[in-house]
C-alpha cells in the first residue's frame, strides 16, 4: 500500500492540502493533483511541493471562457472577474457528468507518477514504469479566494459604481417597498439645499429625489390592488365631489397607501399639502411619485429634528393658500398650527386624528377649553382598533424584527408593555413563533392577557431575563434608564407605538455610552462593561420605521378618514362644536361592508321579526353609538 508522509517544512497551506488529500477518495486525489500509484510500487516519500501545486483539467472540469485565462510560460492562471462558483464533488465510482466536458482530457495512468524537475524551472514530468520520463499536459491554477493580489488591481472607483449600478437596478425590479429601506442615494445634499422640479415645471415641494417618481408610482399601483374601499369611494363620489373646495393639509406617513389616500381626497375635490408624522417612515420614491402627480410634499426618510418641524412649516405657510381641513396622526401638526399660527383656526372646519396620542393631545385640549374647532376621533373606531391596531400590528411586529436583527423568536423570552389592541397583535404574533411572552398592564379589567394565556407581571420581574423588550402603551417613560442598565447583553428593544416618548432614549445619550449604528436603524448602546443591547429605530415606531405594514388594513384606517373628512366639511354648521366627536356607528360599519367583496363574504340579513325583536333596523347600526372596544380619553395608558 501507498504510505505518503506529510512534511514538516513548507507551507501551512501545502500540509492542509496534503492531508485533505489523505482523507479524500481516489477521484478526489485526483482533483487535487495528487496522484495514486499502483499497490505494489515502492515506499514513496514527497518533499518540498512548491506552493503553485496546480490541478490538471480532468473530465470534472467544466470548459473555462477564454477571456478568464491568463497564461504565462511556466504555467496557466485562472482568473475571473466575477464570483467563483463551486464545482459540483463528484465522488468515486459515480459516471463523469459529461456535459461538463465536451472536450475532455484524459488524465494520466495510475502507473506513472507525477515530478517536479529542477532543471525545466518547475515544469512538470511523468516517470513511467521502464524510467522513460513524459512530458506532462499544460497544467492550469484555480485563482482561490485567498489569493486576492489580481482582484485589488480592479480599480475600486469602477467596482463600487458597478454595484451600486446592479444594487438599484435590482431594486427597481423588484417592485418591493422594502426597497425604500435599503436604498442608498449617491447623492448627500439635502434635499433643502435642492432645486427640484417636476416634469411640468412645479417646484412646490421638497423630496429626496424626483427622479424615483416612476418606482413610487408602481408602488403606488400595486397598493391601489389591495385598497378596495378607497378605490370604491373614488368611484362613486368622483362626480359629486364631496371636498369641492376643502383644502387638506396633512401630516401622516408618507407611505404608498398614504398616496392612494391623498389621490382619492384629489379626486373628491381637495387641494393637499402633506408632510411626514415619522422622521424614518417617508418612503422617498413614492414621496417622489406625488410631486410629479402635483402634489406639494415635504418629506423625505432620515429626516432631522429640525427638518421635521421645517417641511411642517412649509406646508402651512404659504402665501396666498390658507388650509381649512387638517388630517393629523399624532398631533404634531396641530400643535404647530396652535403655537405659530393661531389665526389659521379662524377658517378651519375641523381636524381629523387617528392615532393615541394625538387623540389624548385633543382631549387636553378640550378638557383646558383650548379646542376651538370639532375633531373626530378615527383611532377609537372600531373599525380601527380591529383592523389597523389588532392585525396590522399582528403581522408587521414579525416584519420589523426580521429585518432589522434576523432574530429567531422561537425560545426568546419577550416581555410586551401594553394589551390594548396592538398589544394583543404583538403578543398573538410572537406567542404563534414559540416566543415565551410576559405582559405588563395597568387595567385589571378590560385587557386581562391571563385568559388568554399570558403571564401579566411588573417590568422590573423580568428586566434582567428578557430578550426582547417592546412597548405599545401610549404612554412616556415606560422603559427608563433603570430598566435599560439591568437589561441583559443583547437585549432588543423597540417601540409599536406611534410617540417616541415610551423609550427613554435621552438618558442613554451620555458620555459613558457608545453608540455604534450597525445597520440602517439599528444601534448597539454600549455600556462600559461590554454589555450592550440593541435599539430599533432609536425608540421610534418600529413597524413603519423599519418595514412595511400590510395594505389591506391601512385602507380601512384610510376610508375612515376620508369619510371623517367628508362629514366635518359638509356638516351644516351648530352639527358640531368645539370638541372630540366618534364616528358615527353606521359610518363605521359602512367602511367594513366596503371590504366584504374582496373575501366573496355575505351578511346575513335581519328577517323583519328579528330586527323587531332585536329593536334594531334591518339596515344597522347593528351596535350602539356608545360601543366600542376601548376610549383613548378612559383607558389612554393601555395602548
Known sequence: PL???????????????????????????????????????????????????VTPESPLTPKTDD???????????????TT??????????DPSP??????????????????IDPQQNGGEAFVNRDGTVAEAPRLKKIQFADQKQEFNKRPTKIGRRSLSRSISQSSTDSYSSAASYTDSSDDETSPRDKQQKNSKGNGDFCIKNIKQADFGRREIEIAEQEMPALMALRKRAQGEKPLAGAKVVGCTHITAQTAVLMETLSALGAQCRWAACNIYSTQNEVAAALAEGGFSVFAWKGESEDDFWWCIDRCVNLEGWQPNMILDDGGDLTHWIYKKYPNMFKKIKGIVEESVTGVHRLYQLSKAGKLCVPAMNVNDSVTKQKFDNLYCCRESILDG???????????????????????????????????????????????????????????NEVIRQVDIVITCTGNKNVVVR???????????????????????VASLRTPELTWERVRSQVDHVIWPDGKRIVLLAEGRLLNLSCSTVPTFVLSITATTQALALIELYNAPEGRYKQDVYLLPKKMDEYVASLHLPTFDAHLTELSDEQAKYLGLNKNGPFKPNYYRLRTSSDQFNTT
Open 3 to 53: 504510505e505518503i508522509k506529510v512534511p514538516e517544512s513548507g507551507g501551512r497551506e501545502e500540509r492542509h492540502i496534503l492531508q485533505h488529500c489523505l482523507k479524500s477518495s481516489t477521484c478526489e486525489i485526483a482533483a487535487m493533483s495528487v496522484q495514486v500509484v499502483a499497490a505494489k510500487m515502492a515506499e514513496v516519500e514527497l518533499k518540498d511541493v512548491p506552493s503553485k501545486e
Open 67 to 81: 477571456k478568464g485565462i491568463v497564461e504565462n510560460e511556466s504555467n496557466a492562471v485562472v482568473t475571473s472577474s
Open 84 to 93: 467563483p462558483t463551486t464545482e459540483p464533488t463528484v465522488k468515486a465510482g
Open 98 to 115: 459529461g456535459f461538463l466536458t465536451p472536450n475532455p482530457i484524459k488524465m494520466p495512468q495510475a502507473s506513472a507518477m507525477k515530478r
Open 401 to 459: 424584527l426580521k429585518r432589522t436583527t434576523d432574530v429567531m423568536f422561537g425560545g426568546k423570552q419577550v416581555v410586551v408593555c401594553g394589551y390594548g389592541e396592538v398589544g394583543k397583535g404583538c403578543c398573538a404574533a410572537l406567542k404563534a413563533m414559540g416566543s415565551i411572552v410576559y405582559v405588563t398592564e395597568i387595567d385589571p379589567i378590560s385587557h386581562c392577557p391571563i385568559m388568554d394565556g399570558f403571564r401579566l407581571v411588573k417590568l
Open 482 to 504: 433603570e430598566y435599560l442598565d439591568r437589561m441583559k447583553n443583547g437585549c432588543i428593544v423597540c417601540n409599536m407605538g406611534h410617540s417616541n416618548t415610551e423609550i427613554d
